[in-house]
Structures are given as structure tokens and as C-alpha cells.
């Protein structure tokens, strides 16, 4: 390539580079900065933020709270991630067959991905509310009133009500993906084995789930990443209540921020936040590496 192209081509790319450094990397360096600092209130209006190096990381791992909202949010993501695949596995399966109304029914579904979460949030938080909630409503209307709860006061079923939202939100994105991953695939595979007397079972046993390994991988991946990191959602149906039964992390890092005014700790919380996402982001291109090459 001649040194003009490479010129143009740099030019033209300039806008989304610049875009990119001053959305993405100076938010994520200033706070990789602050997170090494002493930085409150105080600090903020001019008395100054002195380096502490790693001691906003230890103050925030040495707090029984940080471990708490880990286990929060590492029951909050899997769950999410298993029900949100499972649902839109089986949903794509579906929608893969031509049937009568199945582009109207698939875009109807895209409706609980296309709504900001402010919005779902809300949806859910008045539907799981105790006393004037369509659940409980509808439990009452088929005589079911003693399973009726307050379903995101209650200490037991607040992170239950949560992932309920996020699942219904998550599920037509996965469904999507998986759909266009399964009608890409080879049909004449299909029709070989079928001819060769392998059972509809076999044929997605030993067929379907292999070839859509690697997409599959992809939407866990992008799953990981979107859930790891919820905030509106829990944050319009519970604010990490009740009793911090659904604070996760990044509802911890708010708090110190906003709360508390710790900015230095809750900016380490942040970026602890982001080292399990990166790690597997990681992890999957180079798997991703290993299979182009051979």
C-alpha cells in the first residue's frame, strides 16, 4: 500500500478514532488515575488528591460488602446467561422453521430488547409489586393468594424478581443471533444425515450444536459483557435493596461514588469490575485465533 493510501485511509478513520479516544480511552484512563488516588469531596473543591497507589484496591477487597456484591453479581450473570441462552436456543430453534405468522411473532418478541431497561425496569417493578402488581393480581384471580409475595421487598426473591426482568430482556437478543447463526448453516449436511437414517435428535446432537459452537460462544461472550456490567435495570426495580439483597457491583461502585463520596475506592471497584470480562474477552479471541489457524 502506497504512503498516500495509507494517509487517506487515516484520515478517513480519524473521526471514529477521535471519537473513540475521547468516549472510551480518557473516561477509562482518568479512571485507572483516580483509582490510585485520595480523591473525596473535599479533594474535588481543591485540597488536593494525593497518590495512595494500590490502597483504594485493598480498602475495597477488604470490605465484607465488595464479596458480597462478587457473589451478587456472579449469581446475578450466570443465571441470566443460562435462562437468557436456553430460552433464546430453543426460541431460535423454533423460528428456524417457515410457519404461518413467524416474521410478525419474531418481531413482536425484538420489543422487550428494543425498551431502554429504564423502562422494562419500571414495567417489572410495578408487575412484581406487592400490593398493586399484576402477579400477585393475577395469583389472586385463580385462587392462588398464598403464593402471593412482596416479591421485590423480600429479602428471598428480590434478586429472583431482578434476573426475571433482565432474562425477558436479554432473551430476544440471544434468540436473534442464534437464528441467523442456524439459518447459515450447510442444509445439505442435513439432508446427508437424514438420508443416512440419523434421527431429528442425532441431527442436533451431533450436527447443530457442534456448527454453532462458535457462535454460540460469541453470544455468551457479548451476554457476559452486557450483564456483568447492569446497573439501570436493578438499580429502577430495587436501588440494590432490599437489605443490599441485590447490590452488585456496579451498584457498589454508585454508591461509594454518589453515596459516600470514597471516588478513589469506587473507582477501583470499576475497574476491578472490568478484569473478568476482559479476562474472558481475552480467553475467547484467542480461541477464536486458535480455530482460524488450523
Do not use: C, H
Not at 99 to 106: D, I, S
Not at 137 to 158: F, M
Not at 229 to 254: C, H, Q, S
Amino acid at each position: 500500500m502506497s504512503t498516500a493510501r495509507r494517509r487517506e485511509g487515516l484520515l478517513l478513520a480519524a473521526p471514529a478514532l477521535l471519537f473513540l479516544l475521547a468516549l472510551l480511552a480518557f473516561p477509562l484512563l482518568y479512571n485507572l488515575v483516580t483509582s490510585v488516588l485520595d480523591v473525596d469531596l473535599a479533594g474535588l473543591l481543591g485540597e488536593g488528591t494525593p497518590f495512595v497507589g494500590a490502597e483504594n484496591y485493598r480498602a475495597a477487597v477488604s470490605e465484607a460488602e465488595f464479596w458480597s456484591a462478587v457473589g451478587l453479581t456472579v449469581v446475578f450473570t450466570v443465571s441470566s446467561l443460562v435462562l437468557q441462552f436456553g430460552i433464546g436456543f430453543a426460541l431460535a430453534l423454533l423460528f428456524a422453521r417457515p410457519f404461518p405468522l413467524n416474521g410478525l411473532l419474531r418481531s413482536l418478541m425484538l420489543v422487550a430488547w428494543l425498551l431502554p431497561p429504564v423502562v422494562s425496569g419500571s414495567l417489572f417493578r410495578w408487575m412484581l409489586d406487592a400490593d398493586a402488581g399484576a402477579y400477585n393480581a393475577i395469583l389472586r384471580s385463580l385462587g392462588l393468594e398464598a403464593l402471593t409475595n412482596a416479591w421485590l421487598t423480600d429479602t428471598g426473591t428480590a434478586l429472583a424478581g431482578v434476573i426475571f426482568a433482565n432474562v425477558w430482556i436479554g432473551v430476544p437478543f440471544n434468540m436473534i443471533l442464534l437464528l441467523v447463526g442456524l439459518t447459515s448453516l450447510d442444509r445439505d449436511l442435513y439432508s446427508s444425515a437424514a438420508l443416512d437414517g440419523a434421527s431429528a435428535w442425532q441431527r442436533f446432537r451431533y450436527l447443530t450444536v457442534p456448527l454453532m459452537r462458535p457462535v454460540a460462544a460469541a453470544v455468551l461472550l457479548l451476554g457476559l459483557i452486557y450483564t456483568f456490567k447492569a446497573f439501570d435495570l436493578i438499580f429502577v426495580m430495587t436501588g440494590g435493596g432490599p437489605v443490599d439483597a441485590t447490590r452488585v457491583l456496579p451498584l457498589l461502585a454508585y454508591e461509594r461514588f454518589f453515596e459516600f463520596f470514597r471516588f478513589g475506592e469506587g473507582a477501583a471497584i470499576t475497574v476491578l469490575l472490568l478484569v473478568i470480562p476482559l479476562v474472558v474477552s481475552l480467553w475467547y479471541v484467542r480461541q477464536l485465533g486458535k480455530e482460524t489457524d488450523r
